[in-house]
């Protein structure tokens, strides 16, 4: 079992930036596979950034067209944690945001919710106009 718990999140003006973080615990190593998703009100939830581990050390990262160039993830293995590095935020950004793991995601399905076994409990990002 792997365990994710999520930080970070509040409210922000737009062009405003924020850091989320995810620390996971549990049966979790290097070679999980890590990404952020999140879901408005009324919306269903939808990718926003993976990191997919391809060899022992290297991965390759994808983010959703909506935030390339705004987001970035990144991850500290030493610290068993992925982070959302949030610039330029707009008020459509707003959402819970979701970390998620697994040890095994198809290079064709990191996008899509069903492909990751865990999840963390969510944090509240709010941006205001």
């Known amino acids: 079992q792997v365990q994710l718990v999520e930080s970070g999140g509040g409210l922000v003006q737009a062009g405003g930036s924020l850091r989320l973080s995810c620390a996971a615990s549990?049966?979790?190593?290097?070679?999980?596979?890590m990404g952020w998703f999140r879901q408005a009100p009324g919306k269903e939830r939808e990718f926003v950034a993976a990191?997919?581990?391809?060899?022992?050390?290297?991965?390759?990262?994808h983010y959703a067209d909506s935030v390339k160039g705004r987001f970035t993830i990144s991850r500290d293995n030493a610290k068993n944690t992925v982070y959302l590095q949030m610039n330029s935020l707009k008020p459509e950004d707003t959402a819970v945001y979701y970390c998620?793991?697994?040890?095994?995601?198809?290079?064709?399905?990191?996008?899509?919710?069903?492909?990751?076994?865990?999840w963390g409990q969510g944090t509240q990002v709010t941006v205001s106009s």
């Open positions: 998620a793991a697994d040890l095994r995601v198809g290079s064709n399905a990191y996008y899509t919710g069903s492909s990751w076994s865990y």
């Open positions: 990191t997919i581990t391809i060899t022992w050390s290297g991965s390759i990262i």
């Open positions: 549990g049966r979790t190593s290097s070679t999980y596979n």
